[in-house]
């Protein structure tokens, strides 16, 4: 699985959109980039994920560069339920070796205020 | 529609005991898999299962063990349990090439 390399943490004001970048410059032709968040003391779950075009759903948008190098996750109001760290992880999705397994790094701390 | 549950939340253990962890899934998923989560880290792989009856080696294996003989359960075993398996257990589920769904985790403190 490529690398990906995110902020250590970020701060965005209630109300305003989170803006969250990740690199991936590694990434191949048949990887995704998948975004997952944990909330202090839950388990993670899943955002939402993309090949090379743009995606939204109830939850986020997913914009990733023509070159596939970068990504960037947008919470378009984000609250202060939002406040979590942000996993961005690159990945062939199905089965490889080691079993569909996730490699979740260090992520973003996102935390949203006032 | 509950999705990931795992029971128990929370379990204080001392060296040598054994105990196992529950996870059940209600959303038909033929994938299972166990993780743990240590301070400061991201989550490593334990076993997985791709259907009732079936168990894999993750990354981390040693010294436990994983049973999945219904399609909606999948089990963790400790059969001798010690300190460096202190941890948070996350269990996740999925179909073939979707999204993993987890659970809550269960907190395992082990004296």
């Known amino acids: 699985d490529a690398k990906t390399t995110q902020p250590p943490s970020m701060d965005c004001a209630e109300g305003r959109a989170a803006n969250l970048p990740c690199n991936h410059s590694?990434?191949?032709?048949?990887?995704?980039v998948y975004w997952y968040r944990q909330i202090h003391s839950q388990g993670p779950q899943y955002i939402i994920h993309g090949l090379k075009n743009n995606e939204t759903n109830e939850m986020a948008s997913l914009i990733i560069t023509e070159d596939r190098k970068s990504s960037t996750l947008i919470l378009p109001h984000a609250t202060l339920r939002d406040t979590a760290v942000y996993y961005c992880?690159?990945?062939?999705?199905?089965?490889?070796?080691?079993?569909?397994?996730?490699?979740f790094g260090t992520g973003t701390q996102l935390k949203v205020e006032l | 529609n509950a999705g990931v549950t795992q029971t128990p939340k929370f379990r204080v253990l001392k060296t040598g005991q054994s105990m196992t962890l529950l996870c059940a899934q209600d959303m038909n998923h033929e994938y299972m898999y166990w993780y743990r989560q240590d301070p400061g880290m991201g989550l490593r792989l334990i076993h997985y299962s791709v259907g009732e009856g079936t168990t894999a080696k993750g990354e981390v294996p040693d010294g436990y063990n994983v049973s999945r003989l219904k399609k909606q359960n999948f089990l963790l075993g400790l059969e001798s349990a010690a300190p460096s398996q202190t941890s948070v257990y996350f269990c996740?589920?999925?179909?073939?090439?979707?999204?993993?769904?987890f659970g809550d985790g269960t907190r395992l403190s082990i004296l």
């Open positions: 992880i690159v990945r062939v999705p199905g089965f490889t070796g080691g079993g569909n397994k996730l490699t």
């Open positions: 996740a589920s999925s179909l073939y090439n979707q999204p993993q769904h």
């Open positions: 590694t990434i191949s032709g048949n990887e995704y």
